[in-house]
C-alpha cells in the first residue's frame, strides 16, 4: 500500500512537472505543485527540507529584488576619496569581498571595487590610487526586478553584485548573486558571517522581533496572513500600521496579536515584542 502511495505521488509529480514545462495553465499547476509537494512531506515520501527548496523555487516567478536586497541604509561602501588603510579596514570589519563606491554620496554609485585587487597596490597612499578606474562599472537594476531574471543576466554578464534603483534614480540597496541563491537553500553562513536570531521566543510566552525580520517569518510562526502592501520587514508594517514611525512603549493591536514597541528612533523600528491576545488572556487569568 505504501508504495502504491509513492508511486501514485511521483507519477503525479512528473506529470505536472510535464505540463509546468509546458506552460500549460501554470497558475493552476503552481497551486497543484505546492499541495503535492505538502502531501509528499506529510507522508514521508519527501524530505521536509527537499519541499522547502521546492516550494521556494516555484515562488521565484513572483520574487522581485527589493524583497531580497540589502536595504541602502545596511550597505557598506566607501568614498572614491578614502585611503588604502580605510578600505582595508572596511574590508576586514565588513568580511565582504566586493564593495561599492560612492562619489559624491551614495546615490551617486560609481562602481564596484573587488578587494583582492588590493594586492597590486600595497604600500600605496590614498592619494597614489584612483578607486573609479579599479573598480568594475556599477550594474544598475529597478526594485521590482524578478530575481529569476536577475540570476541569469548574473550568469550572462559574469557579475557578482547589482545596485538596486528607486523610481526617482536614487540608491535603493544592493544585491548579490548570493541573495538569490539563499532564497532557495536558506542562509549561507561562511567564517565572517554572524548568525543573528531575528525571532527570540521569551519565558514568558512572548515573541522578541528584530523589525528587520521578513513579515513571512511572522506569519509562519503564527499562523497567520498580513495583506501584502509597501513593505517587506517587521519594521515596514509597523510603520505601515501606525502610519508614523511609533515610539518606545507604544502599543498595537493587530491580527490577533499584541505587539509591543521595544527599541525605535525617529526614523525606525529596531525591535518589538508580539505575543497572542488570547495566550496574554489565559496567562492574566
Known amino acids: 500500500m505504501e508504495d502504491d502511495s509513492g508511486n501514485h505521488f511521483f507519477e503525479r509529480l512528473r506529470r505536472l512537472t510535464r505540463f509546468f514545462s509546458r506552460r500549460i495553465n501554470r497558475e493552476g499547476l503552481e ?73 559624491e554620496n551614495i546615490d551617486d554609485i560609481i562602481g564596484v571595487f573587488c578587494v583582492k585587487d588590493l594586492l597590486r597596490h600595497w604600500g600605496k597612499k590614498g592619494t597614489e590610487i584612483e578607486w573609479a578606474q579599479m573598480a568594475r562599472p556599477p550594474y544598475y537594476i529597478p526594485e521590482m526586478k524578478n530575481i529569476g531574471q536577475l540570476l541569469q543576466e548574473f550568469k550572462t554578464n559574469k557579475s557578482h553584485m547589482a545596485i538596486v534603483i528607486d523610481e526617482y534614480g536614487g540608491t535603493a540597496g544592493l544585491v548579490t548573486i548570493e541573495d538569490i541563491i539563499e532564497e532557495i537553500f536558506g542562509e549561507i553562513q561562511d567564517e565572517h558571517d554572524t548568525e543573528e536570531a531575528f525571532l527570540t521566543p521569551m519565558p514568558d510566552g512572548a515573541l522578541a522581533v528584530d523589525a528587520r525580520a521578513n513579515v513571512d517569518e511572522l506569519e509562519k510562526y503564527f499562523n497567520i496572513e498580513i495583506p501584502k502592501d509597501n513593505f517587506e520587514t517587521v519594521g515596514g508594517l509597523i510603520v ?10 507604544e502599543e498595537i493591536p493587530y491580527q490577533g496579536l499584541h505587539i509591543v514597541i521595544q527599541e525605535s528612533d525617529q526614523k525606525k523600528v529596531s525591535k518589538i515584542k508580539v505575543r497572542l491576545m488570547e495566550a496574554e488572556g489565559r496567562n492574566s487569568s
Do not use: N, Q
Request: hydrophobic share 40%; glycine share 10%; net charge negative.
Open 31 to 103: 497551486e497543484e505543485f505546492h499541495e503535492l509537494i505538502d502531501a509528499g512531506e506529510g507522508e514521508g515520501l519527501i524530505e521536509h527540507y527537499s519541499g522547502d527548496w521546492i516550494h521556494s523555487i516555484l515562488k521565484f516567478k513572483d520574487t522581485v529584488v527589493r524583497e531580497v536586497m540589502i536595504p541602502r541604509t545596511e550597505m557598506v561602501c566607501f568614498s572614491s576619496k578614502a585611503s588604502v588603510e580605510d578600505v582595508l579596514r572596511l574590508a576586514m570589519e565588513s568580511g565582504h569581498s566586493r564593495l561599492p563606491i560612492y562619489g
Open 240 to 249: 505601515h500600521l501606525m502610519g508614523r514611525v511609533p515610539r518606545a512603549g
